[in-house]
């Protein structure tokens, strides 16, 4: 189950059997992504809070850990919209953790959407199959 859910963009790390952590959605309230990600979550009853991260910013270190379960920056970042083709060019090679935290201090909408934490699980994106596949549904 393990080796499957890599090929979707989602990384595992062991937790006890039986226990449901609770799952955290994080995105932009007006991502039309993360709305549907959220109507999933509600049609197929699964418990979730759902945290804006333009509202409640993402702590430095959990951005990391992001980044280190999801195999590096280059993941998590959304190099397709907008906000990143909008940047200057100096602005589009960072190197280091602490420029792509600065990065996403200032521009909250690089981190692709949404992302889904439970407990120390964490995917990107939406479409229903990746889903079903995270939620057993």
């Not at 809070?49 to 959990?62: C, G, N, S």
Request: hydrophobic share 35%; charged share 35%; glycine share 6%.
């Amino acid at each position: 189950r393990e080796d499957s859910r890599k090929d979707v963009g989602q990384r595992t790390a062991a937790r006890p059997i039986g226990m449901t952590p609770m799952v955290k959605v994080y995105g932009l309230d007006k991502c039309s992504t993360c709305q549907k990600a959220r109507k999933w979550l509600d049609r197929h009853k699964v418990a979730h809070e759902f945290i804006d991260y333009r509202e409640q910013r993402v702590d430095p270190a959990t951005l990391k850990s992001w980044a280190k379960t999801l195999d590096g920056w280059e993941k998590l970042g959304n190099r397709t919209g907008m906000t990143w083709r909008d940047l200057a060019p100096a602005r589009k090679t960072p190197g280091s953790d602490p420029e792509w935290l600065l990065l996403i201090k200032e521009y909250p909408a690089l981190v692709r959407r949404p992302v889904v934490v439970r407990g120390d699980e964490v995917s990107l994106g939406f479409t229903d199959k990746l889903f079903a596949k995270i939620f057993d549904a």
